[in-house]
């Protein structure tokens, strides 16, 4: 279980390890050390979200919150249609990339390490 979030996104070489395929025409490396204000890594990250959605079934949602005047994270199951919400605590952020960020890292952590260590027997492969 996760006890802290971090709102740095694990590495493009880790996701290329478990099958994503980077949009961006530089590589891996290159996306890895970005800025967040970089437009390039803001496409990326959108097609993170929806590689992970298409091959796991989980949906990352970020709203801007009028209350608060901030941004919140929703992260859903979408198998069999369903949207399961309650099962990850809201996080509240600043800043829409972070927050993305964070949520793609929810995903991963939480949901998609446990099926990639028990495809490859406990290691991640990179």
């Known amino acids: 279980m996760i006890t802290t979030y971090k709102t ?13 395929k980077h949009h961006y025409e530089g590589t891996v490396k290159e996306l890895d050390k970005m800025k967040d204000d970089n437009p390039n890594l803001h496409a990326e990250i959108m ?9 796991h079934n989980i ?26 919400t309650s099962i990850y605590p809201k996080n509240i952020e600043k800043d829409p990339i972070k927050i993305y960020k964070l ?3 929810i995903a991963l952590e939480c949901c998609i390490e446990e099926a990639i260590l028990y495809k490859y027997n406990g290691k991640i492969p990179i």
Do not use: C, P
């Open 8 to 20: 740095n996104l694990k590495t493009f070489k880790w996701l290329e390890a478990i099958g994503y």
């Open 47 to 55: 097609h993170v979200i929806l590689w992970i959605e298409k091959n």
């Open 59 to 84: 949906w990352i949602t970020v709203r801007y919150h009028f209350d608060y005047k901030s941004f919140q994270l929703y992260i859903a199951n979408t198998t069999n249609n369903m949207l399961d």
């Open 103 to 105: 949520g793609i890292n």
